[in-house]
């Protein structure tokens, strides 16, 4: 196995500082940069999560934030590679399910693998290229067994329009054309895509979001096995971040958007309907006067209900940008947010997707974010009087530039 119309509800919103202090922000890298792409996973297989950061500009270096769970918690950045002619997309995946991770990228126009082998606190990984070429600046990437044969196929999303799927048919790919956007334009225009099982017939289905409103907005393509049926959700629609997850709890798989829509500036649940309309019914969770840059779900204070983290693109002094918490009243019929705030975090630098994970290993989930290197910790279940339990401060440690480079 491989691991891998708007129902618009009038909302009261207010920034309330009682979760405020249970978040201490720290960069987690001292090699800040604002282009790139982040991962987390325990690549050296020692029980703690590492964070795998990738810088873009005219070549791409690839860091892995390694620390051994000893507190305070003491972070090391190890450079694993470095290349002109590497993308900073990729995906984490154990590909030979030889129980580790392994990352999937891009070398020039070919496809690879970056093949774990790691042992704890040493990381090490070989390039394994796969016979796939395809020409693109800045790819979107997933290995995933698309077709439930047991095999691992290749999908990769370009920000042109294109989308294709690769195959794997004894040892070698078939290439598979799914349509977004044809002809593809000139501008860049797919920004987010996801993988996610959205009819519930057990195949890995697309979700794909543009960033230019005028084109197509958010998209389903649903997998039929070997071809895709397209499914627009919205036209005409701005999209800047998407996640999939079952958000009423129902069953099936929702889809969570940010974006535009006209003038307004929204975090949209898109409520699965498919077995019975054939559509995806919206509601409005969060609005603001100004972008949001990204965002994820989480149920941050347990209560079986999804809260949302989400950037904030900064406009004006009026309109700061940031992070801010929305907690939800958990009452779907009548849901409402409220805003809280992240401390610490620069009103006016851009974040534009952040991670979800269990970071320091405290049983509750922490943010971490692609760019400017931030990690939020999370201290709601952790005793405010009881230092010992406290992860107080953070170490860096800069990367001496010959460790483990391929």
């Known amino acids: 196995m491989f691991r891998r119309l708007i129902s618009l509800i009038t909302l009261s919103f207010c920034t309330f500082s009682g979760y405020a202090q249970d978040f201490v922000t720290y960069k987690y ?51 694993i590679l470095q290349s002109s002619y590497y ?84 040892g070698s790919y078939v290439e598979y054309d799914v349509d977004f956007i044809q002809p593809a334009p000139v501008e860049g225009n797919l920004h987010k895509l996801r993988l996610a099982d959205i009819n519930g017939d057990g195949l890995t289905d697309l979700v794909a979001g543009s960033l230019f409103g005028e084109k197509k907005g958010l998209i389903v393509y649903i997998n039929e096995g070997q071809s895709f049926k397209p499914l627009i959700v919205a036209d005409k629609i701005t999209i800047r971040d998407i996640q999939v997850l079952d958000f009423d709890h129902d069953g099936d798989v929702d889809i969570i958007s940010c974006g535009n829509i006209g003038n307004a500036k929204t975090i949209l649940w898109w409520e699965n309907d498919l077995n019975i309309t054939n559509k995806f019914v919206p509601t409005t969770l969060v609005t603001r006067n100004y972008d949001f840059d990204g965002f994820n779900a989480v149920d941050i204070n347990q209560d079986g209900a999804w809260d949302i983290v989400a950037s904030l693109k900064h406009q004006s002094d009026s309109n700061p940008g940031g992070l801010s918490l929305y907690i939800s009243n958990g009452k779907l019929e009548n849901i409402t947010f409220t805003e809280n ?29 692609y760019t400017e290197q931030l990690w939020v910790e999370n ?28």
């Open 29 to 79: 890298s001292p090699n800040v940069y604002n282009n790139g792409y982040a991962g987390i996973a325990d690549f050296d297989l020692d029980g703690n999560k590492d964070i795998l950061n990738v810088k873009s500009f005219s070549f791409s270096e690839f860091y892995i934030h390694h620390h051994d769970g000893t507190l305070p918690i003491n972070f090391k950045a190890t450079k």
């Open 87 to 170: 993308s900073a997309a990729f995906d984490i995946v154990d590909k030979d399910a030889d129980g580790d991770m392994d990352i999937l990228t891009v070398k020039g126009n070919k496809i690879v693998f970056l093949v774990n082998k790691s042992t704890p606190g040493k990381f090490l990984f070989e390039i394994e290229s796969l016979p796939i070429t395809f020409i693109t600046k800045t790819p979107i990437l997933f290995s995933v067994d698309i077709n439930k044969d047991n095999n691992m196929d290749i999908v990769v999303g370009d920000m042109t329009g294109k989308i294709k799927v690769f195959y794997y048919k004894s």
């Open 341 to 369: 705030k992240i401390p610490d975090i620069p009103k006016d630098v851009l974040i534009e997707s952040m991670l979800v994970s269990d970071v320091d290993n405290d049983g509750d989930q922490d943010f971490v974010t």
């Open 379 to 406: 201290r709601l279940n952790t005793s405010s009087t009881d230092e010992s339990k406290l992860q107080s401060q953070i170490i860096l440690n800069p990367n001496p530039a010959s460790d483990y480079t391929i």
